[in-house]
């Protein structure tokens, strides 16, 4: 079933009446306030299984913000521009800012809390920080997670057009891009197992 994330729910409808009076509906879920009932979503979120009942119209990423607690993935626009929101779903990069929670049941997230491995960064989280790669750093999660989903695309061979080309969905408000095509560039190569070099100032 596809859902409209910017549906209101129906109060007044036939279908809703019953559920005002506050009770909960047998094995229908819970309810949230007028008219809106609770949806139970299960999914696995840096290789932990999660689960739990929300409103059905909450988008990934809020899920992941607010009922997880995982808010290394950024909100930083409300047009599904920046990819300040960018998370792995199944393997590929997508705005978390543009699904549903409930769309992701059963699937396999990935955060950007998730890519380290213990203390030791991931490749493109070293690139980023030995090549200067982030300013403010309000960019740099999305940038991270689809740097990554690049490299596992088209390799670890990567130009600097080809960088530019593929940071289409991600805005960076502070530093000109330069230093991270520069690190992507670098993680690229670190994922393919060449050490990430100490950046020249
Ligand atoms: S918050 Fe998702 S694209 Fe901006
Ligand atoms: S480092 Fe500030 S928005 Fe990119």
């Known amino acids: 079933m596809v859902l409209d994330p910017f549906a209101t729910p129906r109060p007044h409808s036939k279908e809703n009446s019953s559920k005002r009076a506050g009770h909960v509906q047998p094995g229908s879920g819970r309810l949230v306030g007028r008219g809106g009932v609770m949806a139970a ?10 689960s739990g009942d929300i409103d059905p119209r909450t988008l990934l990423v809020q899920y992941l913000r607010e009922t997880l607690r995982l808010t290394g993935t950024h909100v930083g626009c ?12 199944d393997g590929q990069a997508i705005k978390a800012c543009t699904i549903l929670a409930l769309q992701c049941e059963g699937a396999d997230v990935l955060t950007i809390e998730g890519l380290a ?5 991931h490749p493109m989280q070293a690139a980023f920080r030995e090549h200067h790669g982030l300013q403010c750093g309000f960019c740099t999660p999305g940038m991270i ?3 990554v989903d690049v490299v596992q695309r088209l390799g670890h ?4 057009h080809t960088i530019r080309d593929e940071l289409e969905g991600n805005l960076c408000r502070c530093t000109g891009y330069h230093n991270i095509v520069k690190s992507i560039g670098a993680g690229a190569r670190a994922m393919g ?5 100490q950046a020249a100032e």
């Open 193 to 197: 197992g060449e050490p990430v070099r």
């Open 117 to 121: 491995n213990g203390s030791e960064l």
């Open 145 to 147: 997670m689809t740097a």
């Open 157 to 160: 061979d990567l130009d600097d």
């Open 78 to 89: 409300d047009t599904s521009q920046c990819g300040a929101c960018v998370v792995h779903l």
């Open 41 to 50: 979503v299960s999914m696995k979120v840096n290789g932990k299984a999660v």
